[in-house]
């Protein structure tokens, strides 16, 4: 089997990807940020016999070095690695532009230097920003509407620009706002329920009307994964949504009602985004992806909002709920 670096693969989306690639037989080395306490992320929480089927290689996607000493013998890098809050690159967009777009290109040049067969490059819903129609595709205009859009933009039209000038066998994947297990409480879905876990009677959010369309991670791993194994994904960029929409304020709703009905929504003024930078609608449109691979989505909404709350119950000490999450 392929033989796929996954950068990233201490994170969310990371780490169920890596799982699944090593379920499906690829062999995989996990490229993870190096840090002097020897952590790997959510790997760490992998059964033993699973993670020895992986590679580690610690690093940072900041270094070109680093980055084409993981590529090398790879047949295909998934590069995930990322800064992805929207609120901490308020603050600091340099490290963003570091991370997302410098990174982006260290991966680029590797591939390009060393031959690699195919580059998955990870987009995000959020380049589209605020819908100007719906459902989103493909060729809807590009908005950067925060910091982080803005890099992530840049990031995908470095890999386009590879992809034309130097012919290397770039697909960019873009995931509308993926949920699951082991997602932080800086993502809206986890802050919700580890808000009402915990017995909050106040529950914090910001704007309760924008709309996203929420794809459960395992149904995102797979994306990356059909789209890897089609041919007809290269040179492309591809949505993976669901095409279905739902509000923050819906959301916190039903799960008051699935956890604590007693619960009340209230607004918290730091979690609100600047005016001209919420994006207000999400919708995406599947039908690319479903044209170009044999993806579908395996999970309704309610069974991953399931799978997320069981996960959350067990795993509470690891969220700190008193705080808001940048």
Not at 40 to 48: A, R
Not at 109 to 120: C, H, N
């Amino acid at each position: 089997m392929d033989k796929i670096l996954v950068t990233g693969a201490d994170g969310f989306i990371g780490s169920h990807l890596t799982e699944e690639l090593v379920k499906k037989g690829y062999r995989v080395r996990a490229f993870v940020l190096y840090n002097s306490f020897n952590t790997w992320g959510w790997l760490d929480t992998f059964p033993k016999e699973l993670l020895s089927q992986i590679e580690i290689f610690q690093g940072d996607v900041r270094d070109p070095n680093g980055v084409k000493e993981a590529m090398k013998g790879m047949d295909a890098v998934f590069h995930l690695a990322a800064l992805i809050a929207i609120p901490f690159s308020y603050h600091s967009p340099d490290t963003y532009v570091d991370t997302n777009i410098k990174g982006t290109l260290n991966v680029l040049q590797a591939a390009r230097d060393l031959g690699t067969k195919r580059v998955l490059v990870t987009s995000t819903s959020e380049v589209y920003g605020t819908a100007q129609y719906v459902p989103i595709d493909e060729k809807h205009p590009f908005q950067g509407q925060s910091p982080y859009s803005a890099t992530k933009i840049g990031a995908d039209r470095l890999a386009e620009s590879f992809y034309r000038a130097f012919n290397l066998p770039v697909s960019i994947v873009r995931p509308f706002n993926t949920y699951g297990p082991r997602q932080s409480a800086r993502a809206v879905i986890p802050t919700i329920i580890t808000q009402l876990l915990a017995g909050k009677e106040e529950i914090k959010l910001g704007a309760l009307t924008p709309t996203r369309d929420f794809n459960y991670v395992k149904d995102t791993a797979n994306g990356f994964i059909e789209i890897y194994k089609s041919e007809r994904t290269i040179g492309e960029e591809i949505n993976i949504a669901t095409q279905q929409e739902i509000s923050i304020g819906q959301l916190a709703e039903e799960l008051i009602r699935q956890i604590n009905p007693a619960a009340k929504i209230v607004c918290d003024e730091q979690r609100l985004r600047p005016k001209n930078s919420e994006v207000n609608r999400l919708l995406g449109c599947n039908q690319k992806i479903k044209e170009l691979t044999a993806w579908e989505p395996q999970f309704t909404f309610e069974r991953g909002l399931a799978e997320t709350i069981a996960f959350l119950k067990e795993n509470m000490d690891k969220y700190k709920v008193d705080l808001y999450n940048l």
